[in-house]
């Protein structure tokens, strides 16, 4: 009896096993179909307008210091801070507008002489047309600019295989809370 039930299991787990092989096979199989049509596919293109609020104080901030170089306190341009964020992007500059989704990532203060910051920024789409996307968007940011221009680096979902590039510039500074809303336009081709 007690081997019966090792052979039940055993078989049990295989079975589990072999289905998840399959399963894991077939969104490969459904990603290399996607890939070998991918010359097939017509391209689109989209612009983007929304806005981003960075709150980099207060009980609700969504910027935080993780890192920090031995030279940064004395740079004038905070070389060597490292940031990460996790931002509300929005339909409209107002923070009680419409919800589209999160920006996430990274920035990092990288010049020696002038302020700019190296980003990797996520645009995570919760809500709206592209819900359930994502768009990459990274590069040198050079803040003291206006119309700052990054490339988009790539996507998922509907901005699968994505490029272009983003337009950034501040909508509005409010000084006693520490808080940016960030206008971004964003062209973008995705197939």
Known sequence: MENICRILIL???????THAISRELES??????????LSQRKQKFAKLRFYIHDALGGPNAT??????????????????????????ITAEP????????????????ADLHEPAL???????????????????????????TMDRELPVLGGTGVFRMAGGFSISNIYSYAPVQNYFVWEYVVYVCYV
Not at 123 to 144: E, M, Q
């Open 118 to 144: 190296a980003m990797n920024l996520n645009l995570v789409f919760t809500a709206g047309r592209y819900n359930g996307s994502t768009l990459c968007i990274g590069g040198r940011n050079p803040i003291d």
């Open 28 to 37: 490969s199989k459904d990603a290399e179909n996607w890939f070998r049509n």
């Open 94 to 109: 107002d923070q009680n507008s419409e919800k589209l989704g999160r920006a996430q990532g990274l920035v990092t203060s």
């Open 11 to 17: 078989s049990s787990l295989l079975i589990a096993g």
């Open 63 to 88: 910027v935080w210091e993780v890192a920090r170089a031995t030279i940064t306190a004395a740079s004038p341009t905070s070389f060597g801070q490292v940031r990460v964020l996790d931002d509300l």
